[in-house]
């Protein structure tokens, strides 16, 4: 059984900063990708960030040059790393990684989630 435990989430005012971890255990070969996606209420959930094992990033537009997404492989952890943040990015922040179980197996996996609210 793999586990995605986030953590980091809160309330902050507009312009403040927020970072969220999130770590994996259990048994597996080995995590690729991971990332970060969001769900506003009445919204459909976002990819906001994702890191490849190797460290290549990606970002939503709306998040370009305000979220850093980062990992430690070692750790089996991401973070995301959230500046001048702003009423809109209020939402659910789920964690996502691909776990690779066995040479052959490959899952997609989602963490609880961790509400991050930001005040106007």
């Known amino acids: 059984q793999v586990q995605l435990v986030e953590s980091g989430g809160g309330v902050v005012q507009a312009g403040g900063s927020l970072r969220l971890s999130c770590a994996a255990s259990?048994?597996?070969?080995?995590?690729?990708?991971m990332g970060w996606a969001r769900q506003a209420p009445g919204k459909q959930r976002e990819l906001v960030a994702s890191?490849?094992?190797?460290?290549?990033?990606n970002y939503a537009d709306s998040v370009k040059g305000r979220f850093t997404i980062s990992r430690d492989n070692a750790k089996n952890t991401v973070y995301l790393q959230m500046n001048s943040l702003k009423p809109e990015d209020t939402a659910v922040y789920y964690c996502?990684?691909?776990?690779?179980?066995?040479?052959?197996?490959?899952?997609?996996?989602w963490g609880q989630g961790t509400q991050v609210t930001v005040s106007s």
């Open positions: 996502n990684a691909e776990i690779q179980r066995t040479l052959n197996t490959f899952t997609n996996n």
């Open positions: 259990g048994m597996f070969f080995r995590i690729n990708a």
């Open positions: 890191i490849v094992s190797g460290g290549s990033s």
